[in-house]
């Protein structure tokens, strides 16, 4: 409710069935977003307390998948059965029901792997049954089972060992778990949850337990699946995604990422575009950025992909992106960057020497403005406060260019830029902003991990990486325009 009322971002985790109630139909507590570890939960949450579907999304109990290796059949001279799960609460009257009416302990080596303590009504198994306890090596008691009983975690780290699995949990039997049910299987979190408690036919499971021990692994192809769908990095991945998701459309407020051009001095600088700023208005831009409070990052400082790194409690960042690679970005802008201890992103053309593509404008032609040369470039970057990205060679319309010219131009530049610094590039700006798909699929197989683009794009940041909208900032953007633009919602105003 708290969260509710002042609108801070909340996300929930959910692990378990719901209790229902009059007062949570009404109000469920949610959050922003729920996630549901299965489709068993997430389902239990829309029919029972009216959770919108929209508000929830599946994020399952992540594995550190590169633990588990696929194991060949153990050498057993007897059926290796294990089970593994707590022998207190449901779980252990599972077990004790599969124990006492499912397992034949002359058929099978029976062993009961549990962190829980021992309960006295066990007692008339100790003698049939191996009641193993803890271990803290899974991988390695995994691997010696010819068939591991269990639900949950238990039933996926068993498949990513290879094992033949008999997913069956406090709601439901499942059964061995193959290609053909291990979507069923996940829904439930391999038993573990289901629409209703407990409903499992114990008839069955002496044939399902011969059905798993009649082969020595589980398919590849189901182990997998395991790993595709439950990896630690994966599922981080997707939670940040969605944080930053609630975060940023909750409170309705984004990194700025602000674009600049070229730098004058004094106004025979001065041209027909809009793309250059006096060097004063720039040290005064960079002087409210520091008594604002932010902070700069580049994409370099992103490379790890971990962006929600912009939303850090009790930090404040900003990106300044310049365009082109005009000399004045070396003699003008570098030293107030140097003064405040900012650093920027500038985005290099490489296959001229001057601003050709304003300066032949038919429309409206240009002053010719110079580029940094090789060694220009190299010094720059070479400060310690700039990031070098691509910018094409001659700074076409990549959308109006084939394919095959847009990979020259987008390939060639970023050669030649990495030649020069002998590193390489992390981000790429479209000139003009235009661009189509193949831009972007162009962009993405060269190397780059971000692009950026003008006026398009999702207003999230993170949504899109190959197309990341960017506020212009023009000559007569002063200190009260800059402030409007960076104070974090100004994307979400222009929207509107």
Not at 80 to 95: Q, Y
Not at 103 to 109: G, P
Not at 267 to 276: E, Q, R
Request: charged fraction near 25%; proline fraction near 4%; hydrophobic fraction near 40%.
């Amino acid at each position: 409710m708290a969260c509710k009322i002042t609108n801070t971002p909340m996300v929930t985790t959910v692990h378990g069935r719901q209790p229902v109630h009059a007062s949570r139909k009404k109000f469920h507590a949610m959050g922003n977003k729920a996630l549901p570890v299965c489709e068993a939960i997430r389902d239990q949450l829309h029919n029972d307390l009216a959770v919108p579907l929209e508000q929830m999304e599946v994020s399952r109990n992540g594995i550190e998948t590169d633990t588990f290796q696929w194991v060949a059949a153990p050498n057993n001279t007897k059926p290796v059965v294990t089970i593994v799960g707590r022998l207190s609460g449901p779980k252990g009257e599972l077990c004790y029901r599969l124990l006492d009416e499912c397992l034949d302990a002359e058929k099978y080596d029976i062993r009961v792997v549990t962190g829980s303590k021992f309960e006295s009504r066990f007692e008339k198994f100790s003698s049939s049954v191996n009641f193993v306890g803890y271990t803290d090596d899974v991988p390695a008691m995994l691997g010696e089972a010819d068939l591991v009983i269990g639900a949950g975690r238990v039933a996926m780290e068993s498949l990513l060992c290879g094992r033949p699995t008999l997913a069956i949990g406090e709601a439901s039997c499942i059964g061995i778990v193959d290609e053909s049910n291990v979507a069923d299987a996940m829904a439930t979190n391999f038993g573990d949850i289901g629409p209703i408690d407990l409903d499992i036919d114990f008839a069955q499971i002496a044939a399902l337990v011969e059905k798993g021990l009649s082969t020595p692994n589980c398919s590849q192809a189901t182990s997998d699946t395991i790993r595709a769908n439950y990896s630690l990095t994966k599922i981080v991945d997707d939670v940040e995604r969605i944080y930053q998701d609630v975060y940023v459309t909750t409170l309705r407020r984004e990194m700025p990422i602000i674009m600049y051009h070229r730098f004058i001095s004094d106004d025979s600088g001065k041209g027909v575009h809009g793309t250059y700023l006096h060097i004063d208005m720039f040290d005064k831009h960079m002087a409210l950025l520091k008594k604002m409070g932010f902070e700069t990052l580049t994409f370099e400082d992103l490379q790890d992909g971990r962006l929600i790194r912009r939303l850090e409690a009790n930090k404040r960042y900003i990106m300044l992106t310049v365009d082109d690679g005009y000399v004045d970005n070396l003699e003008l802008m570098l030293p107030v960057l140097k003064k405040y201890d900012f650093k920027a992103v500038v985005y290099v053309v490489t296959g001229e020497t001057f601003n050709r593509w304003d300066v032949e404008n038919p429309e409206n032609p240009e002053k010719s403005v110079p580029l940094m040369n090789a060694e220009q470039v190299k010094q720059l970057a070479e400060s310690g406060h700039i990031e070098i990205g691509g910018h094409t060679l001659s700074h076409p319309k990549l959308d109006t260019l084939t394919d095959e010219q847009q990979r020259f131009e987008i390939l060639e530049n970023k050669k030649a830029l990495e030649a020069i610094l002998e590193k390489p590039l992390t981000s790429f700006a479209y000139p003009f902003g235009e661009h189509n798909q193949a831009s972007k699929n162009i962009a993405q197989e060269a190397g780059y991990q971000y692009a950026v683009a003008t006026n398009s794009g999702p207003l999230a940041f993170h949504q899109d990486p190959f197309q990341i909208r960017r506020i212009a900032i023009f000559p007569r953007t002063d200190v009260l325009g800059l402030w409007r633009k960076i104070k974090g919602n100004y994307t979400f105003r222009k929207a509107k």
